[in-house]
């Protein structure tokens, strides 16, 4: 099978996904989200080269930025405050984490194969991509369920983040530029509030494995 470029990246993005899947130290995980991120912005600057559009690389630019680099920077600089490098523990063994994320990769490929074709299909790229996008999303979501500190909810959440955007890009040439700055705000908003819960849970209860936190009760 002939890789475009978009697809060429967009399936590396899901490789360093599922390698993140093989970890419990955070400063890593982070470095494979921040890495994923960057193929998400090179996936989204091939999106121009093929039409020539300049939103395309404008949003290239803010994704690279303000995702790979900004939240990346600011969850590593959460972890230090904190004092806090590695997953203590996780609901399922990291290998079987690894062949789950492995079998959600055919997963998105069933669906996406199922998809209605995008009513351009000039670009040639959508199909890897889309695909790719629906792989992060179920990565992102497992991710967030198997795992049981704060920072770690944090990076699954912005795997999915990553998933919905690269299939919207894929399936609908993405939406409106101002909205998608504007989600991209309210994603580095949101990242940044919960790097300050994390650190007040730190603070408050000396940990922030969030199972701990059922144990509060009135």
């Known amino acids: 099978m002939n890789l475009t470029l978009s697809e060429f990246f967009a399936v590396g993005a899901v490789i360093f996904a599922i390698f993140m899947s093989g970890t419990i130290q955070l400063r890593t995980n982070l470095l494979l989200y921040a890495i994923q991120t960057l193929l998400v912005g090179v996936v989204t600057a091939a999106f121009y080269l093929a039409s020539n559009e300049s939103q395309y690389l404008w949003l290239a630019l803010v994704v690279i930025l303000v995702k790979a680099a900004g939240i990346s920077l600011f969850l590593a600089w959460v972890l230090r405050r904190i004092n806090v490098f590695r997953d203590g523990a996780t609901y399922l063994p990291i290998p079987i984490a690894m062949h789950v994320c492995i079998l959600m990769l055919g997963i998105a490929h069933f669906l996406a194969d199922r998809l209605p074709a995008p009513p351009d299909q000039s670009l040639h790229l959508q199909a890897g991509s889309a695909e790719s996008g629906i ?73 922030i494995d969030v199972t701990q936190l059922r144990d509060l009760r009135d």
Do not use: C, W
């Not at 179920?138 to 299939?167: C, H, P």
């Not at 909205?179 to 919960?194: C, H, K, S, Y």
């Open 135 to 207: 792989a992060l999303v179920l990565i992102g979501t497992l991710f967030m369920l198997t795992r049981k500190t704060a920072v770690s909810q944090i990076i699954g959440f912005l795997t999915m983040e990553n998933g919905i955007y690269l299939f919207t890009l894929a399936q609908a040439h993405g939406m409106p530029m101002a909205v998608e700055l504007g989600i991209l705000l309210d994603v580095l908003v949101g990242v940044m509030v919960a790097g300050v819960i994390t650190f007040r849970i730190q603070k408050s209860f000396e940990h």
